[in-house]
């Protein structure tokens, strides 16, 4: 039985040895007629096949005030962050122009708010409203008083807002169209627009709260930044 399986191992030896120097034999008679320059040019091109650029698709246009989707030509973007914890600070964005912002210096804690032009799209004023220290609630009142017919208002907090925040100071926004104002608590991160001698459209957004919560907060006693956006028509008036 030994030598059965010996003959057989030695077929399977051999076999595979002939295979292998056929092999070896085709390769150098391949070799032999190709021309050195073919092979040195197919050689090349499989390198270059690595070398050459990958198609990368294009980086999406930027949109005015970051917007995923750009507004209507007959449209004003806008974009209103509130602040998160003490580093992130609030910013207001109108038609791609910071108008409230850590890099125009003009950002503080409490209320802050800026006033537009409608007509002309053009910043009127803007200021902040200290919530925490000192007495600015009537400072405020005043301030959203100045603003002229035809204006557009947008509020947001920075820290806190609602500490010496005076219910004449909330029944003011509150005539502005703001449904969570009366609401507001120590800490909430809140975002306001509104408009002054005429309506703005039921299908934008224009305001959103976040309550300070201590199991739910993102950074240490203070809720996550939220923010509104959105398109403003330009023929309101």
């Not at 850590?102 to 919530?131: C, H, P, Q, W």
């Amino acid at each position: 039985m030994s030598v059965f399986i010996f003959l057989a191992d030695f077929v399977k030896l051999s076999g595979l040895l002939l295979a292998s120097s056929f092999a070896w034999y085709l390769g150098y008679i391949f070799a032999a007629h190709v021309p050195q320059e073919s092979l040195s040019t197919s050689i090349a091109y499989l390198q270059d096949i690595g070398k050459k650029p990958m198609l990368k698709a294009p980086l999406p246009k930027r949109q005015k005030c970051d917007h995923w989707s750009p507004c209507s030509p007959g449209s004003y973007a806008y974009r209103v962050l509130s602040g998160g914890g003490k580093e992130k600070l609030a910013k207001i964005c109108f038609e791609d122009e910071l108008l409230i912002s850590e890099e125009k210096g003009n950002v503080g804690r409490g209320i802050n708010i800026a006033i537009v032009n409608y007509e002309t799209g053009k910043l009127t004023s803007a200021n902040f409203f200290d919530m925490w220290e000192g007495d600015h609630s009537e400072e405020m009142v005043a301030f959203i008083e100045s603003a002229p017919q035809g204006s557009l208002l947008f509020m947001v907090t920075h820290d806190d807002g609602s500490t010496r925040l005076k219910s004449n100071a909330k029944k003011l926004v509150e005539a502005l169209g703001s449904k969570e104002i009366q609401n507001m608590k120590f800490r909430s991160s809140w975002v306001f627009i509104a408009a002054k001698g005429f309506k703005l459209p039921d299908d934008i957004e224009r305001e959103k709260i976040n309550h300070s919560d201590s199991k739910k907060n993102r950074y240490n006693g203070w809720p996550a930044e939220i923010q509104i956006e959105g398109c403003i028509p330009r023929n309101l008036m």
